[in-house]
T-cell receptor, first 112, second 111 residues
Framework: GENVEQHPSTLSVQEGDSAVIKCTYSDSASNYFPWYKQELGKGPQLIID?????GEKKDQRIAVTLNKTAKHFSLHITETQPEDSAVYFCAASIRVDYKLSFGAGTTVTVRA | SAVISQKPSRDICQRGTSLTIQCQVDSQVTMMFWYRQQPGQSLTLIATANQGSEATYESGFVIDKFPISRPNLTFSTLTVSNMSPEDSSIYLC????????FGSGTQLSVL
């Protein structure tokens, strides 16, 4: 089955700086790569996703890049704000309506 | 997107009892999933809830422990049976509505 590895496990950044989280996956059949943000006591919230026919996608301060050859994808958060502090999960699936395999999560702390 | 309501939001249960968690979606969806998130951990798929047929369970999860119902395209239940403290986790419902969305989860503590 799919194995997703996520790094780093914790990330502390100064407000206004950028944060980068990296994930690798094992199944070359995976084509759908969402990112979720989870705040304490809440369910995961989808923040951005990318499909295999696209190399990069951006939504305001958030961007995701995908390298299918190397089987890795990354989340970039620019101009970080305190409200960006949360746990972020990457995931992979062969398609959007199929089960997800999750990374272990990254706890992001934005220092004011 | 889809609006997902999950009940209860949290519960404290005694060892040996069972709890049924409900997931209601505001629109008809084909795919519904149940995930478990153990304390401080990532999400693990328990099963895919199939409408009109038995759920499809992942390795390590069995129907006797986690029976699932899916009577229609907007509703599903997950029961955690004969609970032990090791079942203390967050249980999450997920649906596919062009993208995969999650409910707010059920925080279960077993004493």
């Amino acid at each position: 089955g799919e194995n997703v590895e996520q790094h780093p496990s914790t990330l502390s950044v100064q407000e206004g700086d950028s944060a980068v989280i990296k994930c690798t996956y094992s199944d070359s059949a995976s084509n759908y790569f969402p990112w979720y943000k989870q705040e304490l006591g809440k369910g995961p919230q989808l923040i951005i996703d990318i499909r295999s026919n696209v190399g990069e996608k951006k939504d305001q301060r958030i961007a995701v890049t995908l390298n299918k050859t190397a089987k890795h994808f990354s989340l970039h958060i620019t101009e970080t704000q305190p409200e960006d502090s949360a746990v972020y999960f990457c995931a992979a699936s062969i398609r959007v309506d199929y089960k997800l395999s999750f990374g272990a999560g990254t706890t992001v702390t934005v220092r004011a | 997107s889809a609006v997902i309501s999950q009940k209860p939001s949290r519960d404290i249960c005694q060892r040996g009892t069972s709890l049924t968690i409900q997931c209601q979606v505001d629109s008809q969806v084909t795919m519904m999933f149940w995930y478990r998130q153990q304390p401080g951990q990532s999400l693990t798929l328990i099963a895919t809830a199939n409408q009109g047929s038995e759920a499809t369970y992942e390795s390590g999860f069995v129907i006797d422990k986690f029976p699932i119902s899916r009577p229609n395209l907007t509703f599903s239940t997950l029961t955690v049976s004969n609970m032990s403290p090791e079942d203390s986790s967050i249980y999450l419902c997920s649906v596919e509505a062009e993208k995969l969305f999650f409910g707010s989860g059920t925080q279960l503590s077993v004493l």
